[in-house]
């Protein structure tokens, strides 16, 4: 007869150990799980690109690109008042030696306005090995993380060849991996054996629970008296000890570092750049988006005020292009990356200088579906958003923002 | 004659088996503790410990005395009532220091490969020490929570001063000025921590200008006082035998 119990305990010990020996490496940042609208709708991303996918411990990654903040922000999402240009990797993989944001040092945080766009470029240092994912990042106060593009990138070599060094204002030289650490374990160590000492002491007096405790209770008001004179001498020289030492310690780093300065803790205000739009301008007349066919359909009212002929060359939306191959082509960076090269189609075809036209555009990739864009129809505001790149007959683009409801087709 | 009887029929057996209480019942107790009061302090000493861009001259002086006293009180009251040990802030202490450094390398450099230096625990045993002896010396939980706490406050930064001093080196960087600790904070990159998140330097003592460390100290010492008080009235409940005795 099957033993319920026994069974029952192998089942919990197999599946824990099965949890315990499987601990799958983390493949992604959680990009898919994002509300779509959010995606779509906050900060879109575009020409980012990493100088390298492969290098060695102690050599530089460059990382740039641009980033534009959508002009129909989703009101349930804090505007980026207080943001943080970041990168999203699995622990420092590398140091970030600089940032930039329109050339100016993005070291601290940033306000931006909506409806501008931005440059950005970060340059890291390689600093274990590892194969990871990562992805330009912004970090917007009460809004969390707002993932960009990501690209597999693999650093070699071995962490202990790592070094950074860094020479202060005071003119000496560290290493910022190990800088401070024995003078803080040195300390550590010294308070943590006097601890030990106190204790033990106490510890060693014998059995001291029960026999303490009953002697407590037998004395009653006169249970200080358990307490020896010796024993009272011992706490003041531990007392006037303790804060000598404090005291001698606190003098002591004045002297050894006299130049020092508080955390910094300041924000910077950066303008925006020049409209990406350059004098071309869309708007939305409709927009559906067929489920049977993955399929975002739209209507554009384009005026071109340039002196060339466009042509809608890119759609790009929560980091995945549609491409129409007929005037812009690109192809995926890696296996994560989605770029669906053929999957812009629209009629209407150029718009001359000074014209103004209806364009029927049509997005159809899979990519709806494997990065849950599709849910949008599901989500509490469901207006989507991306950037329009248009292009004339020289290559010049104009980038331009467009957005508004999103109907659903279900047959 | 009973028909239980004591196995215990001499001093020396007697002996014995008060000894072997102790060496079961402390290191349950100690491990408990180390546990307990590790998770306590994550929860509201949290980020202020776990990262040197975070420990400022206002809010690290101010938070982390405050928070730390809770555990240390409760087993005042413990320890010295029933047993007349003035230990109870020194054990708490170290219980923690041992959690906190196998969790900062294990977790923090193991798992996440931070640099130690990034991480590494504040230095509270001189003021757990302080408030023992103080204990010890007045033979008082009053005088401890009156005196001894305010000076478990007052002493924290510049208990922690020679530890810290160094990554308040002034620094630059890309033409702005940072302290060595900014630096660390700001190289190894840190997703789910942008540096706007930091609660540093954050307050209204702009009159006190750069001698605002003082005034944090003094207030994280006088709220300790209440607090040694508060949770002394939780280490008398949590110390009732009422439960044991029912058992």
């Known amino acids: 007869m099957l033993n319920i119990k026994k069974a029952i305990a192998i089942l919990v010990a197999v599946a824990s150990a099965c949890i315990a020996l499987y601990a799958a490496p983390a493949m992604a940042h959680g990009e898919k799980s994002q509300a779509a609208y959010l995606r779509m709708r906050t900060l879109l991303w575009y020409d980012v690109e990493v100088s390298t996918v492969k290098l060695k411990v102690n050599e530089e990654l ?165 307490v020896t004179p010796f024993q009272r001498t011992l706490g003041l020289v531990m007392l006037i000890g303790t804060m000598v030492v404090v005291v001698w310690s606190y003098y002591d780093a004045h002297k050894q570092y006299p130049v020092t300065i508080p955390l910094q803790s300041g924000q910077v205000s950066i303008p925006a750049l020049p409209d990406a739009a350059r004098g071309v301008n869309a708007e939305m007349v409709d927009a559906k988006y067929r489920v049977p066919g993955r399929s975002l359909e739209f209507t554009l009212k384009v005026t071109n005020n340039t002196n060339s002929p466009i042509r809608i060359g890119e759609y790009t939306a929560a980091n995945i292009r549609w491409m129409n191959p007929e005037v812009s082509v690109a192809e995926p960076a890696d296996s994560h990356d989605p770029v ?6 629209y009629e209407g075809g150029a718009v001359m200088p000074g014209e103004t036209k209806l364009l ?42 467009i957005g508004g409801p999103l109907l659903p087709v279900f047959i | 004659m009973s028909a239980v009887q004591s196995a215990i029929t001499t001093a020396e057996q007697q002996h014995r088996v008060y000894k072997a209480f102790d060496w079961i019942v402390i290191p349950i107790v100690v491990l408990v503790l180390i546990g307990a009061f590790h998770i306590h302090f994550m929860l509201t000493g ?18 982390t005395p405050i928070t730390l006293i809770f555990f240390p009180a409760a087993l005042h009251y413990l320890l010295w009532t029933n047993f007349r040990l003035p230990f109870g802030a020194t054990l708490c202490c170290a219980g923690l220091l041992i959690g906190e450094w196998m969790n900062r390398v294990i977790n923090f450099v193991g798992w996440a490969y931070f640099p130690l230096n ?107 006082v209440f607090m040694y008080f508060i949770w002394l009235g939780f280490g ?8 044991v005795k029912r058992l």
Request: hydrophobic share 45%; glycine share 8%.
């Open chain 1, 360 to 401: 029927k555009v049509s997005c159809t990739d899979a990519a709806w579906e494997t990065y849950r864009l599709a849910k949008l129809i599901y989500d509490p505001d469901s207006r989507f958003g991306g950037l329009v790149f248009f292009f004339d007959e020289e290559g010049t683009r104009s980038v331009v923002a």
């Open chain 1, 62 to 226: 460059v990382m740039t690109g641009k980033f534009y903040w959508f002009y129909d922000w989703p009101q349930n999402i804090a505007k980026p008042d207080l943001a943080f240009l970041n990168i999203g990797i699995p622990g420092p993989v590398f140091v970030r030696k600089a940032s930039y944001i329109n050339g100016v040092s993005g070291t601290n945080s940033t306000s931006f306005d909506i409806g501008a766009t931005y440059e950005f470029k970060v340059i890291l240092k390689a600093r274990r090995p590892a194969r990871v994912h990562m992805h330009a990042l912004m970090n917007v106060s009460e809004a969390g993380p707002l993932i960009g593009p990501g690209r597999w990138v693999e650093v070699t070599g071995n962490q202990s060849d790592f070094t950074n060094e860094v020479t202060t204002l005071t003119g000496e030289t560290i290493d910022l991996e190990t800088y401070g650490l024995a003078n803080a374990i040195k300390w550590h160590v010294f308070w943590g054996v006097i601890a030990a000492a106190w204790l033990l002491y106490w510890i060693f007096q014998g059995p001291i629970l029960i026999p303490r405790y009953k002697t407590v209770k037998l004395l009653g008001e006169d249970a200080d008296d358990m």
């Open chain 1, 340 to 345: 669906a090269v053929n999957g812009l189609k």
């Open chain 2, 118 to 224: 990034m991480v590494v625990p504040a230095e509270i045993i001189p003021m757990a020490l302080i408030l023992d002896a103080i204990l010890l010396i007045s033979r008082s939980l009053t005088v401890t929570g009156i005196i001894g706490s305010m000076v478990w406050g007052v002493i924290f930064y510049p208990a922690n001063w020679a530890l810290i001093a160094p990554f308040h080196v002034p620094i630059e960087n890309n033409g702005v000025m940072m302290s060595v600790a900014d630096l660390i904070g700001y190289n190894y990159v840190r997703t789910g921590t942008p540096e706007y998140i930091r609660i540093i330097e954050e307050g209204t003592l702009r009159t006190f200008g750069e001698d605002v460390t003082p005034v944090s100290a003094f207030f994280a010492g006088f709220i300790s």
């Open chain 2, 236 to 243: 008398k409940v949590l110390s009732r035998t009422t439960w």
């Open chain 2, 46 to 63: 949290g980020d202020w410990d776990f990262w040197i861009d975070w420990k400022d001259r206002r809010w690290w002086v101010t938070v």
